[in-house]
C-alpha cells in the first residue's frame, strides 16, 4: 500500500533547536547545597524521567520483538524495588526530576508497580510539590487495577493501541486481546485519569488504513490519540526510512476527514504536536501527532531513562549509557551515583542523528531501554 501524497494545504510541524552552538567541555559542579542539574552541553535540562520497570512483555508486536520473543534478563541483573525508588529519590530531590513515567517492557508485570508509585508519589520536587507520575502501557490486565494505580498516586496514562480492527490487531500483536485494551481505556477513565492518552504507531502497508477509524473512535470516547512515526528500535529488517509513514501522510489522511486546527497551547517539550479536531458529526477533541523521524524535537528533549537493569541513557536512539546499578552495588554514595547520572547527560548530542549516514540503532531492543 502506498502513502498518499501530502496536501498542500497540510500545516507544517515546528523544528525545535538546540540553543548554544560553543558548548562548554566541563561538567558543571555540584550546587552548594550538593544538588545538581541533569544539563547537557547545549543548554538542555532533564526534568522527564523515563523509568523502565521490565523488559518482559506479554505481547509481541511484529515492529517490537520476534514472535518467540527476546532472551529476558535473568531477575539478579534487574533492580530491586529499593535500587529502583533510590534512584528515583535521588532523581527528583536531588537532580531536578520534576515527571516520572513508568515504563517497560510491560510494566504492568512488575507486581510492585502501585508500592513503587506510592513511593514517587511520596517525594518532593524542588519546587516543593511531588512529581508528576505516568504510566505507558498495552493495556492487558489493566481493567482490573486502574483503580488501585490511581490511588496509588498514578496521574496520568498512556495506552498503546494501533487499530480498533479485531483481526489486525491480532495479526500485529500476536495476541486476540483488544477486547481487554478497550476494556482498559475504559477501566482507566473511570479511575480518573483522564484524558486517557493512547498511542498508535503507524506502519507502512499495516495499518495505515486505521488512522481515521482510531482518531473517530477515540474522539468519541474523550481520549487523545497521539499518532507516532515507526522508530528505527525493533528488528532491523522492521524499518526503511524511504517507506515510513510520515507525520505529513496522516495529517493529509485526518484533514480529509476531520476539521483540524493547530492547538493553540504551548507545546514546550512535550512530544506530540497536537491538534484540535472536530469530527463530522460534531464531536470535538484533540489528536496529536509524534514526528520523532521528521519533524524531529531534540531540541526541547528533558528526558533522562533509567533501564531495568540500571543503565542510565541520554537519548532513546542512542548508544551511550553508564551503569549505575554495579556502582550502587559496589557501595556507591548519593553523591557518587549524581555525579555519574550526571556525566551521562552531560555527553548527549545535540540530536539523534536518524538521518546521519552513520546512523546505529541503538543496540538494546525497544523493551529494553523503555519507551
Not at 498503546?160 to 500483536?173: E, G, K, M, N, V
Not at 502497508?205 to 528500535?233: C, K, S, T, W
Not at 476527514?257 to 484540535?276: I, K, N, T, V
Request: net charge negative.
Amino acid at each position: 500500500m502506498t502513502s498518499p501524497t501530502p496536501s498542500s494545504s497540510a500545516v507544517s510541524l515546528p523544528l525545535p533547536t538546540v540553543g548554544r552552538s560553543q558548548p562548554p567541555e566541563d561538567l558543571p559542579a555540584a550546587a552548594s547545597d550538593g544538588t545538581r542539574a541533569l544539563v547537557d552541553r547545549y543548554g538542555r535540562r532533564a526534568r522527564d524521567l523515563r523509568v523502565s520497570l521490565t523488559d518482559r512483555c506479554n505481547l509481541r508486536c511484529t515492529y517490537c520483538m520476534p514472535a518467540e520473543g527476546l532472551e529476558w534478563m535473568p531477575t539478579q541483573q534487574t533492580l530491586s524495588d529499593e535500587e529502583t525508588i533510590r534512584l528515583i529519590r535521588l532523581g527528583v530531590e536531588k537532580l531536578g526530576i520534576r515527571q516520572v513515567r513508568f515504563t517497560g517492557g510491560e510494566p504492568l508485570l512488575r507486581k510492585s508497580l502501585a508500592d513503587i508509585i506510592a513511593a514517587t508519589k511520596e517525594l518532593t520536587t524542588d519546587e516543593g510539590i511531588a512529581p508528576s507520575t505516568a504510566l505507558t502501557t498495552n493495556g492487558l490486565g489493566l481493567e482490573k487495577r486502574a483503580a488501585k494505580l490511581a490511588a496509588a498516586g498514578l496521574d496520568r496514562i498512556n495506552i498503546s493501541l494501533d487499530t480498533i480492527d479485531p483481526q489486525r490487531y491480532a495479526a500485529l500483536t500476536r495476541r486476540d486481546r483488544l477486547s481487554h485494551v478497550l476494556e482498559a481505556i475504559a477501566a482507566a477513565a473511570d479511575a480518573g485519569l483522564n484524558p486517557v492518552k493512547i498511542n498508535a504507531v503507524v506502519m507502512p502497508g499495516v495499518n495505515e488504513d486505521d488512522i481515521v477509524p482510531l482518531a473517530d473512535y477515540a474522539l468519541h470516547q474523550g481520549a487523545q490519540l497521539r499518532f507516532i512515526e515507526q522508530m528505527p528500535l525493533g528488528p532491523r529488517e522492521k524499518w526503511r526510512r524511504e517507506d515510513m509513514v510520515t507525520a505529513d501522510d496522516i495529517l493529509h489522511r485526518l484533514r480529509n476527514h476531520f476539521s483540524m486546527r493547530p492547538a493553540r497551547e504551548p507545546r514546550g517539550s512535550a512530544p506530540a504536536a497536537l491538534w484540535d479536531a472536530i469530527a463530522p458529526d460534531g464531536t470535538a477533541g484533540k489528536l496529536g501527532i509524534i514526528a520523532s523521524v521528521t519533524h524531529p524535537f531534540c531540541g526541547d528533549c528533558d528526558r533522562t531513562r533509567l533501564t531495568t537493569d540500571g543503565a542510565v541513557r541520554n537519548c532513546l536512539f542512542g548508544n551511550s549509557e553508564t551503569q549505575l546499578r554495579d556502582l550502587m552495588r559496589s557501595g556507591a554514595s548519593d553523591e557518587e551515583l549524581m555525579e555519574a547520572w550526571a556525566g551521562e547527560m552531560w555527553t548527549k548530542k545535540p540530536g539523534h542523528g536518524i538521518d546521519d549516514e552513520g546512523f546505529l540503532q541503538p543496540d538494546r531492543p525497544m523493551s529494553a531501554i523503555g519507551g
